[in-house]
């Protein structure tokens, strides 16, 4: 479990509201971005690691609903976790919370691939970087 | 058809690429709000309109399947429609070209509602901004 | 000292290198409002408490210079110095430091006025807001 | 003259506006950069061959007065002129116009550098780029 989730928590900054008053919707795909890194930070591979071994990790597709809007300098908290990887391609779900609410204020998804650097031709993990997939297999699974 | 198709057309800045040497997947997000509101001109009713009667058309939903990826300088070619509009809630769909190719390169859509701008409670457009809504149904009847 | 000068600390994301594989140049502007929100929560005032009195801060003129670039991933910290305040306008001063290095990796600065968030007419924070005011003449006089 | 100046036009986005009901600071530096893309442009030196040439253009200062907001769908003019140009370095000026006004709501300066894209090491486009440098050096000469 501990592996599974992890919390990633920084405050919004003033550069992110909009005209509305309110976080601008393409900013949540962006703090998702923030949160998937730090995720895999806390599981031992950071991406940048993974960049170093000439792999790169696209996006592929990215979903999220917005049900409470989020103000300048609220502190959110997203819980990502991996929900599906198969050494080709994975899929990462995101639920951000403001804090002191209960219900989250957004939801989201997103799936990837991977490529070789040079080449952008798809990899497996499997072969190219077996340390990583043997742990995100892993996690995967115990869902 | 006219109605209800419009292109909207510009290059990428090089400001939209990252470290990978293509666009952010989150800018994606931004050109379709950059579509959606030339579309709303295209059909005669600027959204600065639509907060100038005290309404504000939030994003509840949005997504994207990216297909290739897009660098600096190329020039994109959005195709957007109005899926689905009761006054209450409207959907829009987005298809990003990239110039000289024939299939899209990225596909996407979003749901929107609209509020009062004070109360941030829902309005209904039928009775709030009827010119608008008239428009609106047409359009997304004809589909 | 401890009162004028603040180190605000994060990682970069990965949303802001560019196609150079470095930070894009705008991206500090955003980090520099960052550090001065933060250094301003340090000082006991937040932003928030300001735009809750009626007032907002904008930014009347901006500069800075790159001197090392930085990447995805690199931890930064940003010392941040309130360099003049008069009541009527206020100027800060920015430098950026990767983690590790000891010579600045950018350098900037800020000016900004007060106005009334209705009236858009400026304010004198001596007589709107006296109790910034006496704490930001005595941080600013200090130096 | 023609050949010093440009014209740059577009609409504001949505997404270029901040809790302030105005455009964030931070994207006068962007537009700054789209101005200086399609100046170049029209000069006739794409800065996608200078990337193709193995050379980067990275930002070494930049800076910029805001006189008078910019807010959602206005639409914009940016004046761009080379001010110094030695084959190692180069600067350009700014002056951003809202159409309709006869003074400029926002001025700005770039300074830059030229860099080889593999070693990231200084290049003198005298040497390197020739083709540029004449052109450069005379429309920077004739100022």
Redesign the interface.
Known sequence: MAEREALYT?RI???E??????V????Y??IM??AR?DYMRSLGY???EM?AKGI?M?????????IT?L???DTIHVRTRLTAFNGVRASFSYTIYREGDEKPCATGESGHCFLDTDTRVPVNLKRKYPEFYERAVKIQEKE
Do not use: C, L, Q
Not at 17 to 22: A, L, Y
Not at 24 to 27: I, L, P, T, Y
Not at 58 to 66: G, M, Q
């Open positions: 920084r900054f003033y550069y509201t909009d005209n509305m008053g309110i601008h919707h393409s900013n795909i962006r971005e923030e890194m950071e991406y940048t960049e790169i696209p996006v592929t597709s990215v979903s999220a609903k917005y809007p103000r300048f300098d």
